[in-house]
């Protein structure tokens, strides 16, 4: 029991921390451009592949830089040539157009790089298990992935707070106007800032892709998680994206590894639900069952409860 | 009168389809035509008329669809004794119902908020879906039969083309029941919520219950869309009611144009024979269709249909003549470009060494295919630049109001 | 009975009160106007009794019911009508439907989804006569979001008449029209007053001094003084804090 929590609770902490990665940036880019960017996730698969196929000529190591100073040149250009474009139709337009770019991303990853799993692996120097409880294994990889992660953090946090770059994005943040008439170049520093945003998800995607796999469906399995963490911790608030990663991160983990069920709480209830109905699946359901959807209803239950979100400002 | 003649002429149009069309296949498209005509005109019932920005909207479609199915089954098994023509109303009404379920908390803002409620719902409901199997079926889903029941005037639906005329007849119903709808009192201050729901407020409308009456009826439509599935394929599966669905059907409304009741129909009309005749002779249509998309969104915020409607003022001024010309002198580079990069696209998919494209033969890995494609490409770019200037030139004076007397 | 009575009206955000302890009692038929200095709180006043803002201690009561922290639309209900500082229309709209709009609730239509807007006699025609009143007529198949400035004033202040309300509110109904489409709003808003209760916000004095049968004077969100237009202009209070500079003048904008 306890060796399954200390497992579960390292799993989710890898997990939370990834999804951070995406989730701040996405968050940069919504508290500073007001767009919800659909297609974040789509730029963390880019990475994974990216990653993917610099590796097979030079190596991971190379990859882990290249691959998402690429990717956040790509943003860079989707938002000069693409967004800014679509910005004077409004949001909507511009969360459609970011839609539709995630559906292309998918299918250009499966024209480049086709529909099969690529066997896009860590590399062999990462290749052993750190510490061994309870006769189970932690790879060090994991443990990698953690520190990087936390190493990322620490470089924004001294980024937004410390630089002055830093502290014209916090100004534009929330007085986007101002900062313009300070006489900053304020589409160049959305244009930053959405790059940096998208190099950070595609950063997440490198470090992701061999222990999450790397097929052209890992964005749509991460997208919507990481879309329903921006707006359960608060739009536009690292903190609250931060706590609703790692809150995702650990509840999915949890769920996984418990092998409770609903049979368990009848049984400790003392009904029994045994005829024959069309509603008999619901009384069988087992926590690792509900892992997926449970990030979704977390997501309805606060939106109802607290449109703002856990640590939202905004009243939208 | 001018209206009462288009519905006319629309009611003689899909009756007299099917004496052109006759190919299996083409009824077979035509059928998908009816069901995702009704199914995008519900959704922008949603996002054109309401200004809800909806990402779950197979959810509906999804749900009467599938209760459909268990309504055919119980129609088999005898439980139920009604004809096979009621069942998109099961669909409907079923889709009404989660709809009223769902909007009554999600429409209290539009918004991100809805938008993120919705693909939340959409989320939950299709992972669920999986994980309820003895409704959902789980992934194989569930199948019926439609030719059980009482028939109807002698139709049993055995055979697609009598599919047809009863989903286009409930396309047509469908129909007007929507534009009908755009005329009521309710219909008219969801445009006004969309615009300002605010002041909608200060003129005495709730605009969360405004909502919620458009975002119910649209439910019961995409039910009835779901309906018409469930007949037309007698089989409904997870994928009917998941993310893939909904973001379809946001495509169809958005490239036929929100802005305009008859946008969405183009829409799917086009979309759904894009789907059969390119998947026909590619496997890369779905690129193709993300490339227009974005690509639509970028350049037609409108859509096609307000790209059409772009042309009522150099109509009505008398100057349609003048843009022909610059439009051939435009196209024919800009087909060639996009018929070359087509190509490129084409042959680097292509494991086979000879590649052929529109009647010509080229060597998929040979330097001189590549080049011969890539100089048209090149040419046929620099011939649309240069043609430019001048259909910009044309344009603004078919728009110009006074110009071509006083010369 | 007053129509109206505010009672220790208060309205902070944060720690910023706005509005401070205001009361005042408006009576059938007259009409106010409310004065005040650039942020003084006028706008804020309307926003609290047409329930945009929530008040943060105090009452409202309208026809002797409390309407404070009530949905705008239930406050629109009971008969009092408002127009905005801030243009406030529907701008995809056309003026026509604008203005249709704002006569539904009013002529009963409610939520119908079952009655066709252009069967309704009744409602068409007086939509038609409302927009030759505002001088709309020739606009009518515009976007509203199109019109010009002023027009938008015009149509503005149509909406907030059209529903026939018992009290109406008028934050600057005139300000940046020109001096003529100032005079015939200033007509317009005469007639279709006339034995309706009115609250108007101007700066404009000539047009205050004009209208109203009552003038209230709110500065830093305290009401200083509340009487009659004359006793107004010699208060000295008032000369102090806000008229000394711009009674004399008369046309400011
Ligand atoms: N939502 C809000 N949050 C914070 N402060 C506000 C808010 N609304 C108004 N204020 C402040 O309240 C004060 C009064 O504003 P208000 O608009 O009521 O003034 P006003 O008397 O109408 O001025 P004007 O003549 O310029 O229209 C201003 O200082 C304004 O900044
Ligand atoms: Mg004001």
């Known amino acids: ?316 | 009168m001018f209206k009462f003649a288009v519905w006319i002429i629309f009611a003689i149009v899909i009756v007299l389809l099917p004496q052109f069309f006759t190919s299996l296949l083409s009824v077979s498209i035509l059928n998908q035509m009816a069901i995702a005509i009704v199914f995008a005109l519900s959704y922008n019932m949603l996002l054109g008329q309401g200004g809800m920005l909806s990402f779950g909207h197979a959810v509906y479609f999804g749900l009467g669809g599938f209760m459909a199915v268990h309504a055919l089954l119980g129609i088999e098994d005898g439980d139920y004794f009604f004809s096979v023509t009621l069942i998109p109303l099961v669909g409907g009404l079923f889709g009404l119902l989660a709809a009223l379920f769902i909007g009554s908390f999600s429409t209290h803002k539009a918004g991100t908020v809805f938008a993120m409620i919705s693909l939340g719902v959409g989320e939950l409901i299709a992972a669920s879906s999986l994980i309820l199997v003895s409704f959902f079926g789980g992934e194989a889903g569930v199948s019926g039969d439609r030719t059980y029941g009482p028939t109807f005037f002698g139709y049993d639906f055995a055979q697609d083309i009598q599919v047809y005329y009863l989903a286009a007849a409930w396309m047509f119903i469908a129909t007007l029941a929507m534009y009908l709808f755009t005329q009521t009192p309710a219909g008219r201050m969801a445009n006004a919520v969309r615009d300002n729901p605010e002041r909608a407020e200060f003129i005495g409308y709730s605009a969360r219950r405004v909502r919620l009456i458009s975002f119910v009826m649209s439910g019961f439509f995409a039910g009835i869309a779901g309906g018409l599935f469930a007949v037309n394929y007698e089989i409904l599966t997870e994928q009917n009611l998941n993310a893939v669905t909904s973001g379809n059907v946001l495509l169809m409304a958005y490239i036929g144009g929100l802005g305009f009741f008859i946008g969405p129909i183009i829409g799917a009309v086009v979309l759904t024979l894009m789907n059969s005749v390119l998947s026909h002779y590619t496997t890369l249509w779905m690129l193709y269709l993300g490339i227009m998309f974005v690509l639509t969104v970028m350049f037609l915020p409108n859509g096609l249909t307000g790209f059409l409607m772009m042309h009522r003022t150099p109509w009505h001024l008398g100057k349609i003549r003048l843009l022909i010309k610059p439009y051939i002198v435009t196209s024919i580079p800009g087909a060639v470009f996009a018929l070359s990069l087509v190509a490129m696209v084409e042959m680097a998919h292509s494991s086979e060494a000879e590649f052929v494209f529109l009647g010509a033969s080229f060597n998929s890995s040979g330097i001189v295919s590549w080049g011969v494609l890539i100089a048209i490409a090149l040419g046929s770019f620099i011939a649309l630049r240069r043609s430019l200037p001048a259909l910009r030139e044309a344009w603004a004076q078919a728009n110009a109001i006074d110009s071509g007397e006083q010369k | 009975m007053s129509l109206l009575q505010l009672q220790g009206l208060s309205k902070q955000f944060g720690d910023t009160k706005i509005i401070r302890d205001v009361n005042l009692e408006i009576q059938p038929g007259e009409k106010h106007a409310i004065i005040g200095p650039n942020g003084a709180g006028k706008s804020t006043l309307f926003h609290l009794i047409s329930g945009r803002y929530h008040v943060s201690s105090g009452s409202i009561l309208f026809k002797g019911t409390p309407i404070h922290n009530r949905s705008p639309f239930e406050i629109t209900r009971l008969g009092l009508a408002r127009s905005f500082q801030v243009t406030n229309i529907f701008p995809l709209l056309s003026v026509f439907e604008n203005v249709r709009c704002a006569l539904l609730w009013s002529m009963g239509y409610r939520y119908s989804f079952w009655q066709l807007l252009g069967k309704a006699q009744a409602l068409n025609d007086r939509t038609e006569a409302l927009l030759d009143e505002i001088g709309l007529h020739a606009r009518r198949n515009l976007p509203a979001g199109e019109l010009a400035y002023a027009e938008q004033r015009a149509l503005e202040l149509g909406i907030a008449i059209a529903s026939g309300a018992e009290m109406i509110l008028l934050d600057e109904p005139v300000a940046g029209m020109s001096h003529t489409e100032a005079t015939n709003a200033v007509a317009l808003i005469r007639k279709v007053t006339a034995g309706k209760t009115l609250i108007m916000v101007e700066h404009d004095m000539n047009i205050v001094f004009d209208m109203a049968d009552r003038i209230s004077v709110l500065v830093y969100g305290e009401i200083i003084a509340s009487d009659i237009p004359s006793k107004i202009r010699g208060n000295p209070r008032v000369q102090e804090a806000y008229l000394g500079e711009v009674v004399p003048g008369g046309s400011d904008a």
């Open chain 1, 1 to 316: 029991m306890f060796e399954v929590l200390i497992f579960a609770t390292l799993n989710g902490l890898v997990t939370g921390l990834l999804l951070f990665m995406l989730a701040s940036g996405l968050t940069l880019i919504f508290s500073m451009m007001g767009v919800l960017n659909f297609a974040h996730a789509s730029f963390y698969m880019l990475g994974a592949y990216f990653a993917y196929s610099i590796s097979l000529y030079t190596g991971f190591w190379p990859a882990l830089i290249l691959a998402p100073v690429l990717v956040g040149v790509l943003g860079a250009l989707v938002e000069r040539y693409g967004l800014r474009r679509v910005h004077k139709s409004g949001h909507v337009a511009e969360l459609i157009f970011t839609f539709g770019l995630a559906f292309l991303i998918e299918e250009a990853v499966q024209f480049f790089w086709g529909r099969a799993t690529k066997d896009y692996r860590s590399p062999d120097i990462l290749d052993f298990p750190l510490f061994t409880l309870f006769g189970q294994n932690f790879p060090a990889y994991k443990a990698f992935m953690i520190f990087i992660s936390i190493a990322i953090f620490i470089a924004l946090y001294f980024v937004l707070t410390r630089t002055r770059i830093g502290i014209i994005i916090q100004a534009a943040i929330t007085h986007p106007h101002t900062v313009g008439n300070l006489g900053h170049n304020v589409p160049l520093i959305f244009m930053a800032v959405f790059g940096v945003g998208t190099g950070l998800a595609g950063l997440a995607g490198v470090i992701a892709g061999p222990v999450l796999t790397t097929f052209p469906g890992m964005a749509m399995v991460l997208g919507s998680i990481v879309f329903v963490i921006v707006v359960i911790g608060g739009l536009g608030s690292l903190a609250g994206a931060l706590v609703a990663s790692l809150l995702i991160g650990l509840l999915q983990s949890y769920a996984i590894a418990s092998d409770l069920g609903m049979p368990d709480l009848l049984n400790w209830l003392g009904v029994s639900f045994e005829r024959d109905h069309p509603l008999n699946d619901i009384w069988r359901l087992t926590l690792p069952q509900i892992a997926p959807i449970l990030p979704y209803l977390l997501l309805v239950l606060v939106l109802i409860f607290r449109p703002s979100g856990l640590f939202g400002k905004r009243e939208s």
